[in-house]
């Protein structure tokens, strides 16, 4: 899917980059210690890293999921299950992360929020260009 790799390609450069800026900020600054409520204010750029990661597999599983969905014409008890239980494993991820102390929140926010703006952005210039063939072109009837 075109789409789903925009998004992914688009992601890992944001989280890239912001990476490389989050190593030019000095996260034990006093103006920030609002981040050390969130974990370890040293673990901020990995947490970058994990959330986009985290990310970007989840919407890889979604993709997954409603692709062998389409194909049939009710959602299967299988499907159910392999849903419930990649959103179960994202949880324990994040869960064993943050115990042991591996993650700062505040990164991992940063991180899986990347991957969400940039796929609503794909999908909204998606829609535009879409939009602007007309109902005509497509082969629908107006």
């Avoid at 790799?5 to 103006?31: A, M, N, P, Y």
């Avoid at 204010?41 to 597999?57: M, N």
Wanted: glycine share 10%; no cysteine.
């Amino acid at each position: 899917m075109d789409l789903i790799k925009r998004v992914t390609k688009k992601s890992v450069i944001l989280i890239f980059l912001l990476i490389l800026l989050s190593f030019l900020v000095d996260w034990k600054d006093e103006r920030l210690r609002f981040i050390a409520l969130f974990g370890n204010p040293g673990l901020v750029t990995v947490s970058i890293l994990i959330g986009g990661i985290i990310g970007l597999a989840n919407l890889k599983g979604l993709v997954w999921g409603i692709e062998s969905l389409l194909g049939t014409h009710r959602a299967s008890s299988r499907m159910v299950f392999l849903s419930l239980l990649r959103l179960f494993i994202l949880f324990a991820v994040i869960i064993i992360l943050v115990v042991m102390r591996l993650m700062n929140l505040f990164g991992f926010l940063i991180g899986m929020t990347v991957v969400f703006l940039v796929l609503i952005g794909e999908a909204l210039r998606m829609a535009k260009a879409q939009g602007k063939e007309g109902p005509g072109e497509s082969g629908e009837r107006p």
